[in-house]
């Protein structure tokens, strides 16, 4: 296998595979549908928020009630990936992609359901333990699809859905629910996975088992040099994931800056309309400028670190150089403070969010870099867990700091002091990655 795999690598920059065989591109077929898949994920996850203003006068909910429900979603998400990538590793990435999305494409309908905030939270719960296998799955079939060259760009094309999902659902799920009711625009989001799922049925299988992969794409995908610490098709699935230092370094990068991710995703729009008297008809514009930049970080971001090793760099120092990049570029919203008005505020709240889906794309290539394929579901569901916790905690602290200084009427130097924590974040993450992971530059594929 070694062997083949040599020679189809050689083949493969020798351009010698026939023409037919050079224009196979399967991966990124898998790419798109993973995309879509998360672009979903987040549509469905949106939609609570959105109709909010309606649930809210309906069922008479406090904000501590949505709180509630808010947070039960965090909790299960997060409690259940480990789970999720454990069965995903199990019964692998097809059977495994369709359970998760079949889980919350009926727990997303089930809202419609909801009769009450008890009905709510059963199926926020639902929810979240169906999504929890969206990103344990997707990293899974990017280690199975695509050679550690690739692996970043592919991520961040696919992870881009998120921020799709996030500039299409404002657009849609409240046209739905003043056209045909709150409870149609919980249909109508959540039977998209359903669909989702017959195209994944007919065009899903692992490369070697594809019978639209050409023999010299095969070759490429399975090109990566062989390791001593590969595992065979054979090996057990009790691989000693924490005696690999790996682990450590991707969940604390996970902790220490999915939070601020969170951060940017629930609070800017009431930032931006609180500290510049924005509303709703105003909101759009700076919003949708700032996911756009998000989009575009996701992907370029995948692209810079793939395009060093394309030119020969060790994928883990590609990733080093890159994801050091992408802190820096996050550390000026530590400059906020010093800013008069709201254009300049909001690009460089667009390079930071960039900046992060940038580090995103990176900082799961590298789990994909440091671990077996047959145990990265599980990897992904440890640090997605990590990031769950710090995103369940994060939000305390931000309550606290603003309604500490809203009381002192200084609201303004609450968000300043929640900037300073996300500036530093992410330099304090790419420590510990370099500690745990970027100094000693090993690769397995």
Known sequence: MIESTKLGQAGY?????????????????????????????YLDRQVISLLKPILEKEFSWTES??????????????GTTLLAGYLIDKVGTKLGYIGAILVWSLAAMGHALAGGTAGFLVARALLGIGE????????????????????????????????????????????????????????????LGFIWI?????????????????????????????STDVLTEETPISYPIFKNRAIWGFMAGKLLTDPIWWFFLFWLPSYLA???????????????????????????????????IERGWNPTRARQYAMGLFAICVTPVMLIS??????????????AVAAHQAWSANIFTVAADQFPKQVISRVVGFGTMAGTLGGSLFPL????????YKALDNLSQGYYIIF??????????????????????????
């Open 13 to 41: 920059r020798a351009g010698s595979a026939p023409l037919s065989d050079r224009r196979s591109q399967y991966r990124w077929v898998i790419v798109a549908l993973l995309f879509f898949a998360t672009t979903i994920n």
């Open 65 to 78: 009630d949505y709180g509630n429900i808010v947070m039960v979603f965090t909790v299960f998400y997060g």
């Open 132 to 191: 929890a296998g969206n990103f344990p799955a997707s990293i899974k079939v990017v280690a199975e699809w695509f050679p550690q060259r690739e692996r970043a760009l592919a991520v961040g094309v696919f992870n881009s859905g998120a921020n799709i999902g996030a500039v299409v659902a404002p657009a849609v799920v409240p046209w739905i629910a003043l056209v045909a009711g709150w409870q149609m625009a919980f249909i109508a989001t959540g039977a």
């Open 198 to 226: 017959v195209f994944w049925w007919f065009f899903y299988e692992v490369p070697n088992r594809h019978r639209r992969v050409s023999p010299s794409e095969l070759a490429y995908i399975t090109s990566d040099a062989a």
């Open 274 to 308: 609180s500290i510049y008297n924005l509303d709703l008809k105003t909101l759009g514009a700076p919003l949708i400028m700032i996911y756009l930049a998000a989009t575009i970080g996701s992907v370029g971001g995948g692209w810079l670190s793939s395009t060093l």
């Open 338 to 351: 010093q800013m008069n008005s709201m254009w300049p505020v909001v690009a460089i709240l667009s390079l």
């Open 397 to 404: 602290l931000v309550g606290r700091i603003l309604d500490y």
């Open 420 to 445: 300073y924590i996300a500036g530093l974040a992410y330099l304090i993450a790419w420590g510990a990655l370099y500690v745990f992971v970027f100094r000693h530059r090993q690769v397995v594929s």
